[in-house]
């Protein structure tokens, strides 16, 4: 068992494959949304679950799943204003 210093509660350890079971659970469930890696890891602690490598197996997560490099923060406008042709 391992003590939250933030939040003073007792978390369990768990392996690495167990983590990556919970992340994927967390991520994909019936509850599941494209969230930031850390919000993702961040809800893992949060109930109750602890391992190392937590943030690194989570980002490994965010960048094979699809949806979330598409809803992934990107600009949608062009570098430079848009030149009107004229038509011939």
């Known amino acids: 068992m ?3 210093v933030k939040e003073g509660i007792l978390q369990k350890c768990i392996t690495q494959e ?9 991520h994909s ?8 890696l850390r919000t993702l890891v961040g809800k893992a602690f949060r ?4 391992w190392p490598t937590a943030i690194i197996d989570a980002e490994d997560l965010v960048r ?6 598409f809803f992934a923060k990107q600009i ?13």
């Open 18 to 26: 167990e983590g990556a079971k919970l992340l994927l659970e967390i």
């Open 76 to 88: 949608h406008v062009p570098a430079q204003e848009l030149q009107t042709i004229p038509a011939s």
């Open 29 to 36: 469930g019936s509850y599941g949304n494209h969230v930031a």
């Open 64 to 69: 094979r799943c699809e949806g979330c490099q």
């Open 2 to 4: 391992r003590k939250s």
């Open 47 to 50: 109930a109750g679950f602890y």
